[in-house]
């Protein structure tokens, strides 16, 4: 069975850094792109990016180039999500998704999401 | 930036046909997908290539594409599918991945 298993609620000051994690198992972890998904509070989904765990490949949404840091530790199947200065509008639910490498890269299997919270 | 629009909300009642439509320009040429994700869940891909179903998504469930717009079509809807539905797609280039900005359905 596939699972991503994404860690716990984070409450953060802005300014702060922070790092969220996603595990996977039940498939070969290096052979698809695990990709993030932020959902503020009461919006829509918003394509982040993605890394291929073969070959640490990432790919950023222009939104979001250069605001968050997409990594993999293919050792341990974990992707992770990473801020070095948090703000308020980084509030949302962050989903990590396995993505199916078909006739395009889509979202397949998802995370349970990550709820970020920053606020002084 | 490229863009994939969708009505906000769509409303029918128990048994009829749902049909929530994503226009975008590259749809021509490009395919999309669409996720359903209900209240505090995490979404779920119910269509896939336009028009093709993952497993254990019920044959209500269906994809077609004509021209810059795809349309996912609920027949017989139930009140259990109420949800929003989010189209996914990618722009022209195959560079840049979006989804749309999402339809509520409501079932009653």
């Known amino acids: 069975e596939v699972q991503l298993v994404q860690s716990g609620a984070e409450v953060k000051k802005p300014g702060e850094s922070l790092q969220i994690s996603c595990k996977g198992s039940?498939?070969?972890?290096?052979?698809?792109?695990i990709g993030w998904v932020r959902q503020p509070p009461g919006k829509g989904l918003e394509w982040m990016g993605m890394?291929?765990?073969?070959?640490?490949?990432?790919r950023y949404s222009p939104s979001f180039q250069g605001q968050v840091t997409i990594s993999t530790d293919k050792s341990i199947n974990t992707a992770n999500l990473q801020w070095n200065s948090l703000k308020a509008s980084d509030t949302a639910m962050y989903f990590c998704?396995?993505?199916?490498?078909?006739?395009?890269?889509?979202?397949?299997?998802w995370g349970q999401g990550s709820l970020v919270t920053v606020s002084s | 930036s490229y863009e994939l629009t969708q009505p906000p909300s769509v409303s029918v009642s128990p048994g009829q046909t749902a049909r929530i439509t994503c226009s975008g320009d590259?749809?021509?040429?490009?395919?999309a997908s669409w996720y359903q994700q209900k209240s505090g869940q995490a979404p779920v891909l119910v269509i896939y290539?336009?028009?093709k179903r993952p497993s254990g998504i019920p044959e209500r469930f269906s994809g077609s594409s004509s021209g810059t717009m795809v349309t996912l079509t609920i027949n017989g809807a139930q009140v259990d599918d109420e949800a929003d539905y989010y189209c996914f797609s990618t722009d022209s280039s195959g560079n840049h991945r979006v989804f749309g900005g999402g339809t509520k359905l409501t079932v009653l």
């Open positions: 998704a396995r993505h199916y490498g078909g006739a395009i890269i889509i979202p397949d299997y």
């Open positions: 590259a749809l021509p040429k490009k395919f």
């Open positions: 290539e336009d028009n």
């Open positions: 890394i291929y765990p073969g070959d640490s490949e990432i």
């Open positions: 039940g498939f070969n972890f290096t052979s698809y792109w």
